[in-house]
C-alpha cells in the first residue's frame, strides 16, 4: 500500500502563530489534497494542491490562511496561519495515483492544538 | 451540490451481530464511492470503494453495492468482531477527484 507520512504528527502552538505541516509521499502521485477534521466531525477539502502552481480552494478556505506549497510530485506543505483556538483540529493530506485505480490514501494526520 | 448522509450513531453491537450501517448520496454526473475506516488512534484507512452502479465492493468480510436506483451504498457486515469498532465514513468522489466525507459513524461492538 502507498506510504504517506505528515510531519509534525502533533503540535500546541499559541494564539497568532503560524504552523507548516509537510506531507512526503513515497512515488511520484497525480493529485494531492489537503483535508480538515474537526474535534468529532467528518473531514472537509481544504485544497487541491497543484505541482507548481497555486492550490485550488474550496468554498470558505482561503490562501491567505492556508498557504500551500506542492514543489514536485512527491511532496506538499500546509501552513496555518495566524492561528485561532477554532483552527483546533487535525490536518490530514492524501494522494492519489491514477496507476492504482485512481484510489486515494491518507496520511496519519497532524493533531494541532491551539492555545 | 454533491453531498453524503449516514446513519447518526454511536451504534452498539454484540460480537458476532450483523452490521449495517446506512450511507446515502446526492450528486450530479457518476459518482465513486466508498467507505473509509478510522481505527481508534489511527489514520483513515480506505476499507472499499464501488466505482458504477450494481458494483459491490469488498473487504474484510465488510460489503457496500451501489445502488443507483436508490442512491444509496449502505455497509454491511455478517459477523462483527470487537476489534471492528472503529468510526466509519462513507464519501463520494466526484469527477475531480475530490471526496466529499458523510459525518461518520461510530461502531461499538461489545464482547
Known amino acids: 500500500s502507498a506510504v504517506i507520512s505528515q510531519k509534525p504528527s502533533r503540535d500546541i502552538c499559541q494564539r497568532g502563530t503560524s504552523l507548516t505541516i509537510q506531507c512526503q509521499v513515497d512515488?511520484?502521485?497525480?493529485?494531492m489534497f489537503w483535508y480538515r477534521q474537526q474535534p468529532g466531525q467528518s473531514l472537509t477539502l481544504i485544497a487541491t494542491?497543484?505541482?507548481?502552481?497555486?492550490?485550488?480552494?474550496e468554498s470558505g478556505f482561503v490562501i491567505d490562511k492556508f498557504p500551500i506549497s506542492r514543489p514536485n510530485l512527491t511532496f506538499s506543505t500546509l501552513t496555518v496561519s495566524n492561528m485561532s483556538p477554532e483552527d483546533s483540529s487535525i490536518y490530514l493530506c492524501?494522494?492519489?495515483?491514477?496507476?492504482?485505480?485512481?484510489?486515494?490514501?491518507f496520511g496519519p494526520g497532524t493533531r494541532l492544538t491551539v492555545l | 451540490g454533491n453531498s453524503v448522509t449516514q446513519m447518526e450513531g454511536p451504534v452498539t453491537l454484540s460480537e458476532e451481530a450483523f452490521l449495517t450501517i446506512n450511507c446515502t448520496y446526492t450528486?450530479?454526473?457518476?459518482?465513486?464511492l466508498f467507505w473509509y475506516v478510522q481505527y481508534p488512534g489511527e489514520g483513515l484507512q480506505l476499507l472499499l470503494k464501488?466505482?458504477?452502479?450494481?458494483d459491490k465492493g469488498s473487504n474484510k468480510g465488510f460489503e457496500a453495492t451501489y445502488r443507483k436506483e436508490t442512491t444509496s451504498f449502505h455497509l454491511e457486515k455478517g459477523s462483527v468482531q470487537v476489534s471492528d469498532s472503529a468510526v466509519y465514513f462513507c464519501?463520494?468522489?466526484?469527477?475531480?477527484?475530490?471526496?466529499?466525507f458523510g459525518s461518520g459513524t461510530r461502531l461499538l461492538v461489545r464482547p
Open positions: 492524501s494522494a492519489r495515483w491514477a496507476a492504482r485505480d485512481n484510489e486515494q490514501f
Open positions: 512515488s511520484q502521485v497525480t493529485m
Open positions: 494542491a497543484n505541482q507548481g502552481s497555486e492550490a485550488t480552494y
Open positions: 450528486a450530479t454526473g457518476y459518482p465513486s
Open positions: 464501488a466505482t458504477k452502479a450494481d
Open positions: 464519501a463520494l468522489g466526484d469527477s475531480s477527484y475530490k471526496l466529499i
